[in-house]
Structure formats: C-alpha cells, structure tokens
C-alpha cells in the first residue's frame, strides 16, 4: 500500500494544512480570541516556556501523519468505487474531520473546562485542514 502512495500529493497536502492552521491561528484572525478562550491573559506571552521549533516541527510531524492516513483512507475509497475526485476526497475529508476529528475531542475540551469555544476552534481548523488535504490527495490521484 506504500509503495503505490502518492507522496507528492501527501507532502503537498502536510503543507497546506500548515499553512491553514498558520493562517487560521494568526495574530490578525482567531489566535486571539482562542487565546482569551484558553484563560490566558494578554500579557501572557505565547509559547514562552517552549521551544518554538520543537513545537512546529511537531505540528509538522503529526499533520503529516494526518495526511498519510486520509490518503490510506482515500485509496481504499477509490479501489471500492474505482475513482477519486478532488470533490470526493474533499467530502471523504470532511466526513472524517467531523466524524473523527471533531467528534473526539470534545468531551476533552468540557471536562477539561476549557469550553465549546475552544472546542470549536481548534476542530475548525482541524475540519478544515481534513477537507483540504482530501481536495489535495483527491485531485492528484
């Protein structure tokens, strides 16, 4: 099943998924109002007790992981229905970000205390990037 992976398309997909989330989580869009969701203050500097790179790098790593396994997904979609599209690997993306993604998370979020807001925007991105990367793996297959 590797050998046959489309590794452009999963590189390709990984980097769009960060761009989204660096998008997604900047300054000028919903960064600050997760921030404010998460308890922090605005004095509170952002990742000043971590190591930034080691914290991209792992973001990196695990959207990747994400795309390696939406592409698995996708492949066993095809071989089943005998094509992939773009818009199928887009609707199989958005299933598996809802169903899988989003859903899981949430009962964390609340019992943590953190709340639906945080919720919300950490999965939609999350839904997001899955829809992404399914559009990606989808139109190169």
């Known amino acids: 099943m590797l050998a046959n992976m489309n590794w452009i398309a999963v590189l390709l997909a990984t980097l ?5 989330g660096f998008i997604w989580f900047g ?3 919903f960064y600050p109002v997760w ?20 914290v991209f ?12 396994f939406l592409s698995i997904v996708l492949s066993w979609f ?4 005998g094509s992939l599209t773009a818009t199928s690997g887009a609707l199989a ?20 205390g953190h709340g639906f807001k945080v ?7 999350d839904v997001l990037n899955f829809v ?9 297959s």
């Not at 009962?107 to 943590?112: F, N, Q, T």
């Open 132 to 140: 992404l990367m399914g559009l990606v793996i989808g139109a190169l």
């Open 119 to 125: 919720w919300a925007l950490e999965v939609g991105n």
């Open 16 to 20: 769009v998924s960060f761009i989204s």
């Open 57 to 68: 790098g792992t973001i990196v790593v695990a959207l990747f992981v994400q795309a390696l």
């Open 27 to 29: 300054p000028k869009t």
């Open 35 to 54: 921030w404010k969701a998460m308890g922090k203050s605005d004095k509170e500097e952002p990742g000043s007790h971590q190591n930034m790179a080691v």
């Open 78 to 81: 095809a071989a089943s229905n």
């Open 93 to 112: 993306g958005l299933i598996v970000g809802v169903g899988i993604v989003a859903a899981t998370p949430l009962s964390h979020r609340l019992m943590g």
